[in-house]
């Protein structure tokens, strides 16, 4: 003689998702989540395509049919984009980045040498600015590299201002010393001689 029972096993959805769907493959349940997470302007989400492609985005706007990106990474192609627009259709879904996901697609961003603003809503150049009393190297008009102490005075902001200052000895040696000496012989050239 069988024995039959009922057993009973309670746990949470995921909050922002929904139950799609329930099977029985063996002596498994499978429940598969669907997302309510609709991205919006500034988050870092994961598109999955209808190819199985994960795809991480950091929003600017979402379209009818699409998505405008900020910056975004397509994890098997490795293929990164700023500035871009992808087509979305009605298997593609979203979900909120994870950590690592959102680690992974600023440094991409870094890689370029850009970094996203979050208080002004955009992608700008990664520009290191030395903190005050940190030593930082410029190249003086005569070409060399020399060293100096951020106190915040006129001469160091003029040198941050155009980007004059770096972080070694070593980024300082790789500018082109001729193009940066005729970007401050212009800078200079628009203020009549005293």
Request: glycine content about 6%; hydrophobic content about 30%.
């Amino acid at each position: 003689m069988k024995n039959k029972y009922k057993m009973k096993q309670t746990f949470n959805i995921p909050a922002g998702c929904t139950v799609g769907s329930i099977e029985q493959d063996g002596d498994k349940v499978i429940i598969e989540f669907k997302s309510e997470y609709t991205p919006k302007r500034g988050d870092i989400c994961v598109l999955t395509t209808d190819t199985g492609q994960d795809v991480i985005i950091l929003v600017e706007s979402v379209l009818g049919q699409g998505i405008h990106t900020f910056a975004d990474f397509w994890t098997r192609d490795t293929i990164f984009n700023i500035n871009d627009e992808i087509p979305t259709f009605a298997n593609d879904t979203f979900r909120p980045a994870a950590k690592g996901e959102k680690q992974l697609l600023f440094s991409k961003l870094k890689e370029k040498g850009k970094r996203f603003n979050p208080d002004k809503m955009c992608i700008e150049d990664d520009v290191w600015m030395p903190d005050e009393g940190e030593d930082y190297y410029y190249i003086e008009m005569g070409g060399a590299v020399e060293c100096d102490t951020n106190t915040s005075n006129k001469i160091d902001e003029y040198r941050f201002s155009t980007g004059n200052h770096f972080k070694t000895v070593e980024a300082a040696e790789k500018v082109d010393k001729e193009a940066l000496k005729a970007h401050l012989k212009a800078f200079f050239d628009q203020y009549p001689k005293q």
